[in-house]
C-alpha cells in the first residue's frame, strides 16, 4: 500500500472547456469543472443518480494540453492532491476554494492517451480499462 498522502482519483466528464491562463511570471494554467456520478435504488425501487461537481486545475505542459485537447463532455480521469485555499475578492470578502490540482489524465473517450505532469509527455495506453458498473 501507498504511504499515505493527499491523493485523489476521479473519473468523470468536462462540466466546460478548460480555460487556459498564463500567471504574471509565466506559467501556464487551466481551470475545468468534471462532473461525477453515482446512482443508487432509493426504498421506493427508483433509480436515483447523483452528481458532484468538482474544480480541477493544471499547471505547465499540462494545462496547455488539457485545453488543446479536452473539452465540454470529455471524459477523464483526473489524479491529484486535494487544494484548499483562500482569497480576497474585490469587494474585500474572504473567499474559500477547493479544488483537485491535477498531476496526471486520461482521456477515456477519443483514442486512450494518459498525460502525466512529471514528464509532460502523452503515453498510448496499450490496455483498455473497463470503469463500467454493470
Aim: negative net charge; without cysteine; hydrophobic residues 30%.
Amino acid at each position: 500500500m501507498y504511504a499515505l498522502k493527499n491523493r485523489v482519483q476521479l473519473i468523470g466528464n468536462l462540466g466546460q472547456s478548460p480555460e487556459l491562463r498564463t500567471t504574471e511570471t509565466g506559467k501556464s494554467m487551466s481551470r475545468f469543472s468534471i462532473a461525477t456520478n453515482e446512482s443508487y435504488t432509493n426504498a421506493s425501487g427508483e433509480k436515483v443518480v447523483e452528481t458532484q461537481w468538482h474544480n480541477v486545475v493544471a499547471w505547465g505542459k499540462l494545462a496547455e494540453i488539457t485545453s488543446t485537447y479536452l473539452n465540454k463532455g470529455s471524459e477523464v480521469v483526473i489524479e491529484g492532491k486535494l487544494v484548499h485555499r483562500n482569497y480576497i475578492d474585490k469587494e474585500g470578502v474572504k473567499r474559500y476554494v477547493s479544488e483537485i490540482q491535477a498531476t496526471e489524465i486520461l482521456f477515456l473517450n477519443t483514442q486512450k492517451q494518459t498525460i502525466n505532469q512529471t514528464d509532460d509527455e502523452f503515453q498510448d495506453v496499450s490496455t483498455d480499462v473497463d470503469i463500467s458498473n454493470s
